[in-house]
T-cell receptor, first 123, second 113 residues
Framework: GAVVSQHPSRVICKSGTSVKIECRSL??????MFWYRQFPKKSLMLMAT?????????EQGVEKDKFLINHASLTLSTLTVTSAHPEDSSFYIC???????????????????FGAGTRLSVL | DQQVKQNSPSLSVQEGRISILNCDYT??????FLWYKKYPAEGPTFLIS?????DKNEDGRFTVFLNKSAKHLSLHIVPSQPGDSAVYFC????????????FGQGTELSVKP
C-alpha cells in the first residue's frame, strides 16, 4: 500500500515553455502533498505544501508564479513550471502525507510517501 | 541555515559489519525523526522513525538512537548487506506544521561484499 506515482519521470524542454508534473496517490487519499527540489549531492528542499481544495503554501524564496501548484482532488497534485529556464533544471520529487502502521499493529505514524521524481532538463 | 545535518557524505562498510549513519539537528521544535532510504532514480522510501520522547527504536536490522541533549541521532544497520547500499536521508518533522519535514543532505552507504 501507500504508493505514490509521479509522471513524467524525465522531461526535456526548450527554454520558455511550461512543464506540468503530476503526483498521484494510488491507493490512499492524501489531503496534503509536498513538492521538493533536489540539486546534485544536496538535500531535498521543500518548495511548497499542497492542500486539497486550497491554495498551496510556498516556502520562503520559492516563486509562486513560477511554480504553480494545483491540488484539485484527494489523489492528485500538479506542479507546473512556467516559462522554464535552464536554471530550473533539477530533480523534482513529490510526496503525499499518509499513515504508516508500525510493526506492533497498534501505532499509526503520520509520514510522507514519495514519488520516484522527475528529472527536468531545460535547454 | 541547515537545521538537519548529515556531515558524512559517504560511508563504506564491509558486508556483515555494522553501519552507523549520523545526523545532527538544531531545532528543538521537531517531534519526530525519520530515516529514508533512496536508490538512484527512485523516490525516498520510509525506513524507520523515532518520537522525540523516545531514545531508541528498533525494527529488525535497523535501530535508531536519539540523544536529545546532544541533538543527535544515529541509524545502526546490523548486519549490513550489499542491498543496503543506497543514500540515507535523515528527516525531522516540524511540530504542528502539517507534517512538514526538514531533510539532511544524505549519506551514501556502500556495503561491500
Amino acid at each position: 500500500g501507500a504508493v505514490v506515482s509521479q509522471h513524467p519521470s524525465r522531461v526535456i524542454c526548450k527554454s520558455g515553455t511550461s512543464v506540468k508534473i503530476e503526483c498521484r496517490s494510488l491507493d490512499f487519499q492524501a489531503t496534503t502533498m509536498f513538492w521538493y527540489r533536489q540539486f546534485p549531492k544536496k538535500s531535498l528542499m521543500l518548495m511548497a505544501t499542497s492542500n486539497e481544495g486550497s491554495k498551496a503554501t510556498y516556502e520562503q524564496g520559492v516563486e509562486k508564479d513560477k511554480f504553480l501548484i494545483n491540488h484539485a482532488s484527494l489523489t492528485l497534485s500538479t506542479l507546473t513550471v512556467t516559462s522554464a529556464h535552464p536554471e530550473d533544471s533539477s530533480f523534482y520529487i513529490c510526496s503525499a502525507r499518509g499513515t504508516h502502521l508500525t510493526g506492533t499493529g497498534t501505532s499509526i505514524l503520520d509520514i510522507q510517501y514519495f514519488g520516484a521524481g522527475t528529472r527536468l532538463s531545460v535547454l | 541555515d541547515q537545521q538537519v545535518k548529515q556531515n558524512s557524505p559517504s560511508l563504506s562498510v564491509q558486508e556483515g559489519r555494522i553501519s552507523i549513519l549520523n545526523c545532527d539537528y538544531t531545532n528543538s521544535m521537531f517531534d519526530y525523526f525519520l530515516w529514508y532510504k533512496k536508490y538512484p532514480a527512485e523516490g525516498p522510501t520510509f525506513l524507520i522513525s523515532i518520537s522525540s520522547i523516545k531514545d531508541k527504536n528498533e525494527d529488525g536490522r535497523f535501530t535508531v538512537f536519539l540523544n536529545k541533549s546532544a541533538k543527535h541521532l544515529s541509524l545502526h544497520i546490523v548486519p549490513s548487506q550489499p542491498g543496503d547500499s543506497a543514500v540515507y536521508f535523515c528527516a525531522a518533522r516540524v511540530y504542528n506544521q502539517g507534517g512538514k519535514l526538514i531533510f539532511g543532505q544524505g549519506t551514501e552507504l556502500s556495503v561491500k561484499p
